[in-house]
Every structure is written in C-alpha cells, then in structure tokens.
C-alpha cells in the first residue's frame, strides 16, 4: 500500500528530530546545553532518508541520555529511537571474553590450557597457543576474515563458525609465536565461542544468556547465530552507492567475534556490572581488565575483550565494532562512572571519533589536557615499508601464477608490463582490482601499496619457486608456483 504524501510528511518530520527516550531519563540528566552540543555532533545523520546512530550517556549508574538520530530502516522509513535494536561486531567481544572468564572462575578451564585440549583439529604448533593468548590477541592465529578476503572469497556469503574454523584449521604457521606480539585476531575469538560449547555443552548464545544477559535483566540482547531468525526491532545496515545508500548485513551464523545484538538500555546493564559485580563478583570484574606483557616484557593493553588506557589524563576502557554496515562503540571512564555508547547503522560513521566528542562535552570539567590517542582495539597503525629502486631485472623469475593451500588453493599471477624503457609488475587475484607491484628496499620484495607485501624467493636463474605474503592481520602465508 502506497502511504500518503501527509503520512510520509510526518515520519520524515519526526526522523529528522532526535527521538527521545522510551523511558523518561534519570535524574540528574544533562543539562540543555549539553544535550544541544551532542545534537550537535549527529547533525549530519538527523534528516530523512538518512541511515544513523542511537547514542547514550551512562552515569552513577543510570541512562542520563539517550536519543535516536536517523533511520532504522530506509525502505520503510522508520526512525531509529533509544529503544532500537543494533548488530554490534567486535564489541561483542567482551560477552565472549566474559563467558571464559566466568568458566575460568569456576574451574572448568584454566587461562593456562593449550587450546588442542578443545579444539584438536588445530594444528599444533611448535609454542602451544593457549587459552591466554586468544584472549589477549597474543596467538599469532591468522584472521579468518583476512583469509577470506585474500582467499577471492566474498565476506558477506553465509558462513558458518564451522566453516572458519576448517579455514583456520588448514593454516600451517603463525603470524607469530604465540606471547612474542600483539595482533588483532577474530579467528581467537571464534575459538573462544567453540571452547565455551565444547567445555559447558551449550552454544555460546546458551551460556551467555544464562550466565549473563538473564542475571542482568538484558531482555533485547542475543548472540545472533542465525542469519534467517528474525530479530523484531532491529536496524538495517547500510553502506553509500552513489548518492544514496544500499544494504550492507552480513548473512553469516559466526559468533564469539561479534554476533551480539542489543539496545543502548541493556548495555548500560552491562556497564554498570563492572561497578557492581552483580554478574561475577569483584575478582571477575578484576579478571576482565586484566592485561599481560608481551614474552619481550613490552606493554599490551587488550585485557578480556577491552582495551584499557588513557584519555585525557583519565582511565578509558573501550571497545569499537564494525560488522557489514554495522558500527558500534562503549567508552568508559571507571574513576568518573560515565560511559559513551552509540549503535550505529551506517558505515561511514567513526565511533571513536564520535565517542570522544561526546566524552570532550559531557566531561569538559573534568577530564585533563588534550594529548595523542594510542590505537584502540581492532585499529591497524599503518605499517610503512620504505619504498625501493625499481628492479626490472628481477622481473622475468617472477612472472608466472602461483597458488596457496592454506588459502584453500586460491590462484595468484604476476605479470609483467613494459613500459618505455623499463616496466612494472601487476597483481592479479580473485575478486580484487589489478594491482602495481612496488619495489621495496629489500631485494626481491614487493607491495600493492594496500597491506600486502610480496616476498619471492630468490633465484640465481630461471623463475621464483614462489613468495611469502604479509598483509594486515596475517603474514608468512606460502604461494607455490604452478605456471
């Protein structure tokens, strides 16, 4: 049925002004000024046809704002509201960290334990990977979603954690030995989620909600481990396309990386936890922000699905997620008792960003100086590799196709292209733009300039048996020549 120009009228109107909150607002909310400031923030996504955030301001222990700003669903035009349901990627994290945590507690698995213990199709490596280490990104487990895209394989296809773990299963190194550096790694926590079936018998959407969100009172949060279950009240995803928007959700079954769904209400539950310890008790909120040293004695700052830090001369706890068009954030500052969250159904919005411009208004008196941000959780800092001399030379060992096991047989080819007096090598992979090769400074390697680098084996004559790529959140991954 075609809805009425005065219909539509009206739904565009009330979009286009911040919803307020299902529930009237705590007292001791924010002043009018500061409410006006944060409105301020969201200006951009708080009109018709516009996809956008819900966001919310905990303190002491209640919700002292929380306004909806855009729509949950562009083809139906419904306003997003307090009250909306959001898919919220690698903030989900923490449920899963949480879950060990509470099974490490009562002495049904020890942070100590070689994750073959649970998981014997992993293969087993020279330094074991222990539970720790998935907790704390310190495995050297490669990530699956790399591995997917690098694999030519499409991220939004309906895979299940089966599936990624029979990915992970085939890889026959480590990024790293496991302890010796931090690197962000879903594929850790999807063998979180498999350890907590595997030691309770029940799925982690079971465990946690039993052992959490029930206890806790969060009636609208699950960990959404089946694409085709409908979800009443949540928010369509979205990406831009041209001048508009276009549906961005995922339709995989994978958990324990991300998965939850939830509300603005419900996660100020979970916050307050870590104040109270309804769930747990002290010593398992003290677990949850518990970090570890590198084996180098070097700094890591991830704790049990947080990363801990300083924001303006105050303790900061975080965690952001993205997932499809899905973004989300939780910023708490422990010694002030105020939390920032925003669930987001628009890719381009940056939650961090938005997260501590809430935070510089909200908490202007009280937090210190401006000073650099570190990396947070799941940000790559740029890697840059000095750039070489171009090698024309080297060019003819290494044009040919390659292929990689570990990357379920995927096809690789180099070519050369002459141009003028000299010439460059290109890339050509699966589901992927043609990409230059760039010299760099060591002999024999190479990069797309994008976070892959090439390193070919080294011959005196004829062709490159093959090369060993580095990309973000994987390296030493081996290509063999088949042509």
């Known amino acids: 049925m075609r809805r009425s120009p005065s219909l ?40 018709s046809g516009s996809p956008g955030c819900a966001a919310g301001v905990y303190q002491d222990g209640a919700v002292t704002f929380a306004r909806g700003y855009g729509f949950a669903n562009l083809t139906h035009d419904i306003p997003i509201t307090p009250g909306t349901r959001f898919t919220v990627g690698s903030v989900s994290k923490q449920f ?40 704390h990104h310190t495995s050297g487990l490669r990530d699956f979603w790399e591995l997917v895209g690098l694999s030519g394989l499409r991220y939004d296809d309906g895979y299940s954690s089966d599936d990624m773990l029979a990915m992970a299963a085939r890889q026959k190194g480590l990024n790293f030995t496991p302890g010796a550096e931090y690197r962000y790694s879903n594929t850790g926590y999807l063998a979180l989620a498999v350890i907590v079936q595997r030691v309770t ?65 419900d996660l100020q539950k979970w916050d307050e936890n870590f104040y109270t310890g309804k769930v747990g008790g002290r010593e398992f909120i003290e677990l949850m922000h518990q970090t570890e040293p590198l084996t180098s004695g070097a700094e890591n700052r991830y704790a049990f699905g947080l990363s801990v830090g300083m924001y303006r001369e105050r303790r900061l706890v975080e ?56 990396t947070t959780a799941g940000e790559e800092a740029a890697r840059t590799r000095p750039t070489g001399a171009p090698r024309p030379q080297e060019h003819g060992a290494m044009v040919g196709r390659y292929a990689s096991p570990e990357l379920g047989g995927s096809t690789w080819e180099v070519e050369a292209v002459t141009s003028g007096a000299s010439g460059t090598l290109q890339l050509r992979r ?34 490159s048996a093959g090369f060993r790529l580095d990309a973000n959140r994987v390296s030493n991954i081996r290509f063999d020549r088949v042509m």
């Not at 949480?98 to 490596?125: F, N």
């Not at 799925?203 to 009172?217: H, M, T, V």
């Not at 939780?330 to 969250?341: D, G, M, V, Y």
Request: hydrophobic share 45%; net charge positive; charged share 15%.
């Open 96 to 135: 899963t960290a949480a879950s060990i945590a509470l099974l490490a507690r009562a002495g049904r698995l020890s942070l100590d334990d070689d994750v073959r213990k649970y998981i014997p199709e992993m293969q087993a490596y020279p330094t074991p990977v222990r539970i720790r280490h998935l907790v």
């Open 201 to 265: 018998g029940q799925s982690l959407r079971r465990f946690a909600d039993s052992a959490i969100f029930q206890p806790l009172g969060m009636r609208e949060t699950l960990f959404l481990d089946d694409h085709n279950e409908i979800v009443p009240g949540r928010a369509m995803a979205y990406s831009p396309r041209g001048s508009g928007w276009q549906v961005n959700v995922w339709n995989n079954d994978i958990v324990g990386q991300g998965g939850i769904v939830t509300t603005l209400a």
């Open 319 to 374: 965690h952001t997620g993205s997932t499809g068009g899905y973004r989300a954030a939780i910023f708490r500052f422990p010694e002030l008792h105020t939390s920032f969250a925003m669930l987001c159904n628009r890719s381009t919005v940056n939650t961090t960003s938005l997260a501590l411009r809430m935070a510089d208004v909200v908490l202007l008196e009280s937090l210190g100086a401006a000073s650099p941000r570190s």
């Open 8 to 47: 539509l009228l009206l739904l565009a109107l009330a979009a286009a002004t911040p919803q307020r909150p299902l529930d009237a607002q705590a007292p001791g909310r924010l002043s009018p000024a500061t409410i006006a400031a944060i409105d301020s923030i969201y200006l951009p996504m708080s009109h």
């Open 430 to 463: 699966p589901r992927a733009a043609v990409a230059t090769l760039v010299p760099l400074d060591s002999a024999w390697t190479y990069s797309d300039g994008a976070g892959l680098v090439l390193h070919f084996d080294k011959t005196a004559r004829g062709k």
